[in-house]
């Protein structure tokens, strides 16, 4: 298994710009599929943005042009670039990892939207 860690979460104004980070454990980090997922009070667990081991990526339609996830597979790390926040971006977001049937996540890190 793989241990992930997010930072990076915090407090911004609308339209404002912040970047999670996410450091993952092991030494096969490169193969895996990494994403981004975000929960909010009261609300299901969405799916934000995911990147393959080649670099493919995919994003949520209400992040779409906004955000922007990258790799760094020397660092063993996961970016998520969030640009042009919104109040409803707000949510704890959590970084995941999968290959084959095993799926980990981390803690999650807590980004505020407000003025």
């Known amino acids: 298994q793989v241990q992930l860690v997010e930072s990076g979460g915090g407090l911004v104004q609308p339209g404002g710009s912040l970047r999670l980070s996410c450091a993952a454990s092991?030494?096969?980090?490169?193969?895996?599929?990494m994403g981004w997922y975000r929960q909010a009070p009261g609300k299901q667990r969405e799916w934000v943005a995911s990147i393959t081991s080649g670099n493919t990526t995919n994003y949520a339609d209400s992040v779409k042009g906004r955000f922007t996830i990258s790799r760094d597979n020397a660092k063993n790390t996961v970016y998520l670039q969030m640009n042009k926040l919104k109040p409803e971006d707000s949510a704890v977001y959590y970084c995941?990892?999968?290959?084959?049937?095993?799926?980990?996540w981390g803690k999650g890190t807590l980004v505020t939207v407000s003025s």
């Open positions: 092991g030494s096969i980090f490169s193969i895996y599929v």
């Open positions: 995941a990892a999968t290959l084959g049937p095993m799926h980990d």
